[in-house]
């Protein structure tokens, strides 16, 4: 069969790679694509918003499955453009990624059907927001409405920093039209654990557990990033706590979406904290995280194929996702400066090392091909991923991996998986 994948970066290369596996694949185009994803499959200069172009290619090379990694296109409704043309697609249709598209609706949901979330208040008026910060308590947090990179969420200590928060998200509207409406959380403390399921409007089936580390730099200090380095499974994600959410979370969403009319296909990404007081969602997405598809598929038993078709079919009951008895840790390499500033161009030399080696992956996220030769050509610009028996063997491998590859401004943080030796 031919195989589409709609995206560019280190996830589309983690689930390009899983597509290569299966038997069933002859074909893999992606749109657009990167350098890395170029080795496995045919990239194509099309844009993940160019619907009219995906569709119409799509059409034309008779594709049997796309898949839509990225969360705008599927908030924007590509699953159900390419529907409508009578194409096999992995993915939320558009009524049901809002889950990801709007985080006043996710709250609400969460609310009406009583799924364990942060307090909150969701405001149209920036006048009003001012005044609710008045009697609020600190620190709280405000997150624009929309879909914002990851980045339209502001964590207030102080009431002097809220205010200047609600300036820069609903006036200034620092975040663009995301911001016209805006949600205030309370602050919660704990551990972060990024569940995510495939789902075929009815059942669930979690995938294993990983741990994302959003900030730029060791320590949990800088700004926050999409993602500077993952490890899977979560130690801290024990039994205990996956009975809690089996029984408040997760069925419970896939019920009330459709409840509500918005049958949910695809993966749902579970962001938790485990408070004191329990597990509680910090946010939904809509699709696979990145880089946590780049810890969670490596480990993957079966043939991803399957896995999506039956999504789509709605026969997810009738199959057991299975995850290798192992782990797996992915560091990020970036471009010094990111996520503000940073230079790209630059040849990327060692990436023929990974070569051969089972348990080692290099997922490229930001890369180009220049003259023959990979260069940089992004924040993040690649994924090292190694598997191993243990956490702790799958980080020292990582680490070393992360040795082969040289690139000019190459930046990584050195404490990705810090957190198993507090396990
Ligand atoms: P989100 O995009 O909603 O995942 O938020 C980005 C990050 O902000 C999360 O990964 C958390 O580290 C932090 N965050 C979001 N909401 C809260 C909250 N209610 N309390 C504490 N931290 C939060
Ligand atoms: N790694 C977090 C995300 O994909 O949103």
Redesign the pocket.
């Known amino acids: 069969m031919k195989v589409l994948i709609v995206g560019s970066g280190g996830r589309e290369h983690a689930i390009a790679t899983s597509v290569a596996k299966s038997p069933k694949v002859d074909k893999i185009y992606c749109a657009p694509g990167n350098a890395g994803i170029g080795q496995i499959a045919e990239c194509v200069p099309i844009g993940a918003m160019e619907f009219d172009k995906i569709v119409a290619f799509a059409k034309e090379k008779e594709i049997d499955l796309t898949v839509v990694g990225m969360d705008d296109p599927l908030v924007g409704g590509l699953v159900d453009e390419l529907e409508k043309a009578g194409l096999r697609t992995f993915g939320p249709r558009k009524n049901a990624a809002i889950l990801e598209g709007s985080?006043a609706f996710s709250k609400d949901l969460m609310k009406k059907y009583n799924i364990p979330t942060?307090a909150y208040e969701t405001f149209d008026d920036p006048k009003e927001a001012l005044a609710y910060l008045e009697t609020s308590e600190y620190?709280i947090?405000l997150?624009a409405d929309g879909l914002a990179l990851?980045k339209?969420?502001l964590?207030c200590n102080t009431k002097e920093e809220a205010i200047a928060g609600v300036k820069e998200i609903m006036e200034d509207k620092k975040f663009g039209t995301a911001g016209n409406r805006m949600v205030v959380?309370?602050?919660?403390?704990g551990r972060?654990v990024s569940v995510l399921s495939f789902v075929d409007g009815n059942t669930i089936q979690i995938m294993s557990s990983a741990q994302?580390h959003?900030r730029a730099k060791d320590g949990d200090q800088g700004l926050?990033t999409g993602g500077m380095g993952t490890f899977s499974p979560s130690p801290f994600y024990t039994a205990e706590v996956d009975d809690f959410c089996q029984k408040n979370i997760f069925q419970k969403t896939v019920d009330a979406m459709k409840a509500e009319g918005r049958e949910f296909k695809g993966v749902i990404f579970f962001?938790l904290?485990l408070t004191p007081k329990g597990p509680k969602v910090?946010?939904y997405n809509a699709r696979f995280g990145d880089p946590e598809a780049q810890v969670v598929l490596p480990r993957m038993k079966n043939d991803i194929i399957d896995v999506f078709e039956a999504c789509i079919d709605g026969t997810l009951d009738q199959m057991k996702v299975e995850y290798e008895d192992n782990a797996a840790v992915c560091v990020v390499l970036a471009s010094d400066g990111y996520p503000v500033s940073y230079e790209k161009g630059f040849p990327i030399g060692g990436l023929d090392a990974f070569d051969g080696k089972d348990d080692y992956f290099c997922f490229h996220a930001g890369t180009a091909m220049k003259d023959g030769t990979f260069v940089t050509n992004g924040g993040r610009v690649l994924g090292v991923t190694a598997k191993g028996d243990t956490l702790k063997e799958a980080r020292e491998k990582a680490y070393k991996a992360t040795e082969w590859v040289s690139f000019d401004n190459k930046y990584m943080r050195n404490d990705i998986g810090k957190a198993i030796d507090e396990a």
């Open positions: 985080k942060a620190p947090v997150k990851g339209g969420v964590i959380e309370e602050f919660m403390t972060e994302d959003k926050n962001g904290m910090l946010e």
